[in-house]
């Protein structure tokens, strides 16, 4: 093994179990531990380690699921490339969709806000263990287009208000609907458009920043590429990119006006929602995406709490 190269191996309880003389009963723990003469056993033992979720041998830090794990081990070792592996093959379907979900999003990091890191980012992953096919290769696929819509949803509700405007995320909205046109369709209002259609009320929460920040109303509906529509669903996201309460502001303890960016998370999570039903094609199911999204500020061109300038 190269610098900068790890090796994780998921173990579970009955994994860990040792024979009469202390030895790892799992033939794969056995040969790895012989291969880093008897350090594993070592470790192992001076960490107490059982193989019970959320634990390492590492370290006593507990993680919530593999992927964390690979991305927390990986960037405190400052490792670019990583292989993981299954000591047991028992559980290989269970864990195959699941864990490679939990692996993409818990390697993910968004870094768009950050000053640039000198140590090294992790640059690769192979997945050892977990089984062939094109049963596994279907799961991995869901997974992977699950996995990229959460983390559009998370990059989305991690922009500051100043740069993720209502027209950004109507410009997103669109990308969403040009990008899987095949499936999608979308109707975005204009402020104009929505007051010809009387929407009073949400016009009046975004009618002190509507000149800089205007309001739009999104209304992406995505159709299956073939046969019949069996159901039909509506999700609805809450879409203020920011909401300081107009002039009731947010404040004192517990306002949380700092995080009011957060606001538009509604939105975010139909965005992403979206973004992964297109990639997925599901048959059978009309669904339709609404968010109506604007700012609730004072004044559109002051500065907000979080801002990023």
Do not use: W
Request: glycine share 8%; hydrophobic share 40%.
């Amino acid at each position: 093994m190269g610098l900068g190269f790890l090796t994780l191996v998921g173990v579970t309880e009955k994994d860990s179990t040792r024979d009469a003389t202390s030895k790892f009963e799992n033939p794969i723990l056995n040969k790895l531990d012989a291969h880093v003469s008897g350090l594993l056993d070592l470790v192992s033992s001076e960490e107490d380690f059982a193989g019970k979720p959320g634990k390492s041998a590492s370290s006593p830090a507990a993680f919530q699921d593999l992927g964390e794990a690979v991305a927390t081990i990986a960037k405190a070792s400052q490792s670019s490339s990583v292989a993981v592996a299954l000591s047991s093959h028992d559980n290989e379907s269970k864990l195959s969709s699941v864990s490679a979900l939990e692996l993409v999003l818990g390697l993910f990091e968004d870094c768009r806000y950050k000053s640039e890191s000198k140590k090294p980012s992790l640059s690769s992953v192979d997945i050892v263990g977990f089984g062939t096919g094109p049963e596994l290769e279907n799961k991995l696929k869901y997974a992977e287009d699950v996995s990229y819509g959460v983390i559009f949803g998370r990059e989305l509700i991690n922009s500051p208000a100043n740069v993720l405007t209502p027209a950004v995320i109507s410009d997103e909205a669109s990308k969403v609907a040009s990008t899987f046109s095949d499936v999608f369709s979308a109707n975005i209002l204009n402020e104009e458009q929505c007051r010809e259609l009387k929407m009073g009320s949400y016009l009046a929460v975004a009618s002190a920043s509507a000149k800089a920040n205007p309001p739009f109303f999104i209304h992406l509906v995505y159709r299956p590429p073939s046969g019949s529509v069996r159901t039909k669903h509506v999700l609805i996201g809450k879409g203020l990119t920011f909401d300081s309460d107009g002039y009731n502001i947010k404040a004192g303890p517990g306002s949380s006006i700092n995080l009011m960016k957060f606001d538009m998370g509604g939105s975010a999570a139909i965005l992403c929602a979206a973004k992964a039903i297109g990639e997925i094609k599901h048959p059978g199911v009309e669904a339709h995406f609404i968010v109506a999204v604007c700012e609730n500020m004072i004044s559109g061109t002051g500065m907000r709490h979080g801002d990023v300038k």
